[in-house]
């Protein structure tokens, strides 16, 4: 088994090291084709994140406004784009670059992707994408068999009913939360003998209607912000995405949320859904989707679940244990371009009722006629590209077996820096890795004896400074251009809720070894002793010294009386 595992660990990583170029072109635009791989590859094996040229001086590349009068050739404008535009992009396919969660891609993307750009189908309607239609129900038939599990008969059922859709695919995790709460707000204001739907009269007629003050949606305080954004879109209002209170874990407190639907019931609010998250952006928690569910089905409310970020964790038999309940959701958002790894721009959101997305349902006479095949009737976006081909190129080219090589990968490493952070005297782990997220800050040992024992208000003062300290680590480290972590804001329970600056680590690239994070680390102490920084040192010493002498007079003190 283990050794099956090497062998096979070695096949996924090689789809991300061998950059293989075309063979020598014949035509002209062969040439220029097979100039460009020659440079990506080049680029891609580059093992920086970025050339640090100030933003404003990059700007200036592209500051004119006039739309070019003649025509130039090919090679002149993939010239310039090698130059200008290549040459100060990101290298997100760095392994070094561990700070966000777009990563590496493997390298057949590369090649599969151009018979999408080439076929340019548009999979609003089986007349514009033929087999790409029939391939886009399959690929949401599988995910959602890797989410919900149902039986065979099930999938021959209800993958290519004319009359039914088992999820709908889309840009990203955005617009597939979106679609999910819209689908949400329908089934609550279903049309009846005297009223003809929300989809028909509008919210406000609606509310009327059913009797109610206003909807809400209820997720935990580490929601994601495309959930404001579809409220503000579907009529509910940002004030009515009702952020509830996690615990230590940055899990959502089911209690808190059990008592808000009873206040929300009270004031005749209709709950519209309850969404569990699989994967916070920020620290990559999972919600107790399990006791969610249970909560959604007692107030009648949609159960969603956001899971853009730690879906694919479902393939790994080790972690999947994790997002436990996950069957349980009327709907799940899962991002493909995160880590199922095809390229930027592709989500889906996945119903367990394939009757669900009906509530969305759009027909227009020229195209997607009802009883047609036509996916772009349950889609909030009309002309869409055939994505879908390539997350069914990633589900058959790295298989089942490889998505769990990735996420056991990515899992057991964020869990090993974990440690080395811990073992370090320099730094705090602030967030334990659950999935492959992990937060820490720099914190010398003397700033952690003196936060131990200080007063209110020294420890803010302390966590304010160790906030700067971090900041200026963080942004040094990327205009350094060898690593690349990011950077976010939390309120640890261990420090009362004070604003606390942290680096935030996403661990996706299967290339990135522990030595690239030890020597994340190294360069980080290495930044703390620059002369740019010592005032602050300085300062957090003179704090921190100023809380022990005053803990050592207190004793004194007690000791006496
Ligand atoms: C990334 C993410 C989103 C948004 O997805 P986009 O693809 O960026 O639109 C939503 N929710 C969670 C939990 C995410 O991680």
């Known amino acids: 088994m283990a050794s099956r595992n090497k062998t096979a660990q070695a096949s996924i990583e090689s789809m991300y090291r061998v950059f293989t170029v075309p063979e020598a072109p014949q035509s002209t635009l062969g040439q220029v084709d097979e100039y460009i791989s020659r440079n990506l590859a080049g680029f891609l094996q580059e093992h920086i994140v970025a050339v640090e040229k100030d933003l404003n001086e990059v700007e200036k590349d592209f500051s004119d ?51 999408m750009i080439a076929l340019n189908q ?44 088992l999820g709908s695919m889309c840009s990203g995790g955005t617009v597939a939360n979106l679609s999910a709460l819209w689908v949400a707000r329908n089934l609550a204001f279903p049309a009846e003998a005297n009223f003809r739907g929300v989809n028909r009269e509008g919210l406000f007629r609606a509310l009327q209607y059913y009797g109610y003050q206003g909807a809400a949606v209820l997720v935990s305080e580490r929601g994601h912000y495309s959930l404001r954004k579809a409220a503000d879109i579907l009529g509910i209002g940002h004030d009515y995405i009702i952020p509830i209170a996690t ?11 059990r008592t808000e639907c009873i206040r929300l019931r009270s004031e005749k609010i209709k709950i519209l859904s309850i969404v569990g998250i699989a994967g916070t952006t920020e620290t990559g928690n999972v919600d107790p989707l399990d006791e969610m569910a249970e909560v959604a089905r007692e107030f009648g409310a949609q159960f969603h679940v956001d899971a853009a970020w730690g879906g694919p964790t479902l393939f790994s038999r080790k ?9 349980k959701a009327d709907s799940v958002t899962i991002d493909a371009h ?3 790894y095809v390229p930027m721009g592709c989500g889906l959101v ?73 073992a370090h005297p320099n730094f ?71 604003p606390c600056v942290v680096f935030r680590v996403v661990l996706a690239n299967p290339l990135t070894t522990e030595k690239i994070l030890t020597s994340i680390l190294d360069e980080q102490v290495e930044i703390a002793s620059e002369k740019g920084i010592s005032d602050e040192f300085q300062a957090l010493q003179k704090a921190c010294a100023r809380v022990m002498s005053a803990s050592k007079s207190q004793q004194v003190a007690a000791s006496r009386s």
């Not at 100060?88 to 070094?96: D, F, I, K, M």
């Not at 790295?398 to 964020?414: N, Q, S, V």
Request: hydrophobic share 40%; glycine share 6%; net charge positive.
């Open 350 to 422: 996945l119903f367990k009722n394939p009757a669900s997305v009906n509530a969305i349902e759009h027909h227009a006479q020229y195209i997607i006629r009802k009883g047609s095949k036509d996916l772009g009737s349950t889609t909030l976006e009309g002309s869409r590209p055939g994505m879908a081909m390539l997350i069914h190129s990633g589900l058959r080219i790295i298989g089942r077996d490889g998505y769990e090589i990735l996420i056991d990968l990515g899992i057991d490493k964020a869990k090993a820096y974990a440690r080395m952070i811990e």
């Open 338 to 340: 995160k880590q199922l």
């Open 428 to 498: 705090e782990l602030i967030t334990e890795p659950e999935l492959n997220i992990l937060t820490y800050r720099y914190r010398p040992d003397y700033a952690a004896e003196a936060l131990k024992i200080a007063d209110d208000e020294h420890r803010k003062k302390i966590n304010i400074m160790l906030g700067r300290i971090t900041k200026y680590i963080q942004k040094s480290q990327r205009e350094r251009g060898k690593a690349f972590v990011s950077r976010t804001r939390l309120n640890p329970r261990q420090y009362e809720g004070d």
């Open 65 to 115: 406004s006039t739309i070019p009068e003649k025509p130039i050739f090919v090679s002149e404008q993939a010239q310039f784009l090698l130059d200008k535009l290549v040459a100060q992009s990101v290298h997100t396919a760095a392994p070094s670059f561990i700070g966000h969660m777009t990563s590496a891609l493997p390298h057949f993307m590369l090649p599969l992707s151009k018979i």
């Open 122 to 165: 548009n999979l609003v309607k089986t007349e514009t994408s033929k087999a790409f239609t029939p391939l886009e129900r399959q690929v949401i038939g599988m995910l959602h068999r890797l989410v919900f599990q149902e039986d065979k008969a099930f999938y021959r059922r209800w993958m290519h009913d004319p009359f039914h859709a």
């Open 319 to 327: 972690y999947a244990p994790i997002l436990k309940g996950i069957e």
């Open 247 to 257: 615990n230590r874990e940055n899990k959502i407190d089911v209690d808190a949320l």
